[in-house]
């Protein structure tokens, strides 16, 4: 399944709830996500796969509320290679 296609099945599973819920309460719910992925890896669990595919949910939801198409976003900015260096691999300085 392409990004494209989960990005559409969030939308046919949640998309009135998170047209009610808004962009900014569906973002924080997003980020609340995120807090769970770092805290499932902190405390090694064997969850943190499905952690991840939550996170994944909650990116997609919230680009449907805000109406952006993130797989074509993603191809924009990387297909070609680090958005920086234009590389692939990347050989900009490490962080």
Do not use: H
């Not at 939308?11 to 980020?31: F, Q």
């Not at 996170?55 to 919230?62: E, G, I, K």
């Amino acid at each position: 399944m392409e990004l494209r296609e989960c990005q559409r099945l969030m939308a046919r599973i949640y998309g009135e709830r998170d047209a009610a819920r808004g962009p900014e309460r569906t973002l924080l719910w997003m980020l609340s996500e995120a807090g769970e992925v770092a805290d499932a890896y902190i405390k090694n669990s064997k969850n943190l796969g499905p952690e991840f595919a939550d996170l994944l949910a909650w990116m997609l939801s919230t680009c449907n509320v805000l109406g952006i198409d993130l797989q074509r976003e993603f191809l924009s900015r990387y297909s070609a290679g680090c958005p920086r260096c234009g590389e692939i691999p990347c050989t900009c300085p490490a962080r």
